[in-house]
């Protein structure tokens, strides 16, 4: 097992806990995220605990999310006050939105091996 990236690297993200009472989700998400997507995230969480960060970028007063509405919407049902997240803050919004598409259309690139 290699070591972890050095803090220098321009890679690495440091993972930070966000008051889930400051996170705005994007009001634009394409994502249809229905209460049952919640109720099976929420038992993800519950069982295996919140493994991947949310990511969020300094707004007016707020963190606005980049990344992960349905983790953050377990979370509010799971109570879970503060969330695991890396601020993306550095990228511009043009890189914010070119991330957002890819990452939307990550899962439709792989493919079940049956």
């Given at each position: 097992m290699s070591e972890a990236a050095p803090a220098t690297d321009p890679t690495a993200s440091e993972i930070i806990m966000?008051?889930?009472?400051d996170i705005q989700p994007y009001a634009a998400n394409p994502?249809?995220?229905t209460e049952q997507n919640v109720t099976d995230m929420a038992a993800l969480i519950r069982h295996h605990?919140?493994?991947i960060p949310i990511l969020v970028r300094a707004g007016d007063g707020v963190w606005e999310l980049v990344d992960g509405h349905l983790r953050l919407r377990a979370a509010e049902r799971l109570g879970l006050e503060?969330?695991?997240?890396?601020d993306v803050s550095?990228?511009?919004?043009a890189q914010i939105t070119a991330f957002r598409l890819s990452v939307n259309r990550a899962a439709a690139l792989a493919e079940w091996d049956t």
């Open positions: 966000v008051s889930r009472a994502r249809r995220i605990g919140f493994r503060h969330l695991p997240a890396i550095d990228l511009s919004a």
